[in-house]
């Protein structure tokens, strides 16, 4: 069945037509845009090399297990290594498992934790991690940080980009460099405290950007893979979209670090890096989309449109 | 129960203290923001008087009915004058009732019409509508287009802010002036031809804002209640988000304009008028928040990031 009347493709034949096509086409050189002929998004791909991409290391990969599936999290030791450490420490300690997501909040974020995280005598135990941390909100911007800056401005912060995978803001002039609430990114909910944190509740954001939280809370990974299992979830009808009654919520079945589950259990993916020349195509590739379907072209990209291209690794046939 | 660890706020109690607090303070004047104390959102709508508020007009409000309940939709005759009234004319033949949502692709858009409309001999009827219209993209930028500007820049367009109760752009330099799409803006798809839209297929921003379609499609209104249905839609999983299966899609009982529904099954609201002091003032406390919880002001808003109001009206007990 050919669909007309969508965006922003006119129909599935012509992508699939692209992906076809490319193989055929010389590979052009991503640092001169100009000398090229637009390629589309997935003609960029289709053009990658493997060194492109990185598997997701296991050793800080989550698994989220939800009835519904496997939810996927990169996480960002870069932008928050305490962070990560202690939500691997909450992970191993099985903290997370039979706990729900008891938030859903439209157009703004799912959390999951401890309901009983306030009261003493109910919440859930911890053995090795630790109940708050210091505040992970930014970083020193040193010269080993990779940054792919974006060429487009941004409304929140002096220049953002990508680095080590992950959307990001840097100030020049404060030395400081931070994680961007966009679509998918995870982060450790906090109390009034700066410091009442600890990876022990987490959110991720289901709708657009949030921005304004950005250096208000820590981000310490982004979603990969099911994300719609969790923007999909029904949303909440209690204030900030928490669900009313303990029956809404939805259970963990765990929540686990890759490394720690058996290999053949383990959902192999890898990731467009976001500092290669194919990246930098990927972004030129939106910012002027080339498909005939558009009659205006942006000429612009922000940070939080920009697309990350995540792939499953083919299983190696014994 | 008092929930910590969440964001943006550390209680519910607090908020309602907010809303009670208000009654007692003096208002103040949103046009010197400087001089007064910073209010919150919650302040800012506590204080407004009733001709801050707009109640839907009946005759440019769509209801699309679902099984799941309501979805209420403001329409921008300002912006695309021939779609709203062919979407209009269409809802009245009853082109709608009974076709289905046919796609929802995660952190994008979910999107409803007549399945087979590209096939004449199986496609739905029309009497009086239009089956392609010219585009809408864009209107000129005229001195009676109310327009409050926002202050801080776009990475899209020259200029944005809120014109006739939705989101905007405009540019002094081409005399123009479109709708942005944010999350709940409702859009016409198209195929190719930019003339090849009619309103019989729309479609829904349920993710992060896909500006580069701005200019590209014509805009139409925006969903005033009820996104939480749409946006938790299950993704269709063939390409581009289509439900892959006829069974999958979701019926859609009825859309219909809300003159022609009966008073007493109308969905009474009204919106906060977008060329006001309030309004300003409420974008000035989304700005800087001056909530406790926030430690780092972000000082900058962005278009899709300014927050509608909405609000039943009390029905008149007789």
Known sequence: MIRQRFLPFSSRRRAIAAVCLVAAMPIVRAEDPKAAPPRTMVEVLAASVPSDWRPLDPETTLYLDLALGRVVIDLAPSF????????????????????????????YVVQWG???????????????????????FDRALTPDLPFTRLPDGDVYAPDTGWSTGFPAARDGKS?????????????????????SGSGADLYVVIGHAPRHLDRNVTLLGRVVQ?????????RGTAALGFYEKAEQRVPIHALRVASDVPVS??????????????????VESRRNRPEEWFKHLAGRIEVCNVPIAVRAIAPIQP
């Open 114 to 136: 401890d309901p009983d995280a306030d009261d003493a005598d109910k919440r859930r135990s911890m053995r090795q991690a630790k109940r708050s941390l210091p505040a992970e």
């Open 175 to 195: 030395g400081r460099a931070w994680l961007t609430h966009c679509y998918g990114m995870v982060g450790a909910g906090r109390d009034n405290a700066a410091d």
């Open 265 to 282: 259990e383990r959902t192999p993916l890898e990731v467009l890096r976001t500092d290669t020349a194919t990246f930098a195509a990927l």
């Open 80 to 107: 928050a290594p305490a962070h990560v450490a202690n939500v691997k420490a909450l992970a191993r300690e099985g903290f997370f498992d039979g706990l729900s997501i008891h938030r859903a909040q439209d157009n």
């Open 226 to 234: 099911g994300m719609e299992l969790l923007a999909t979830l029904p």
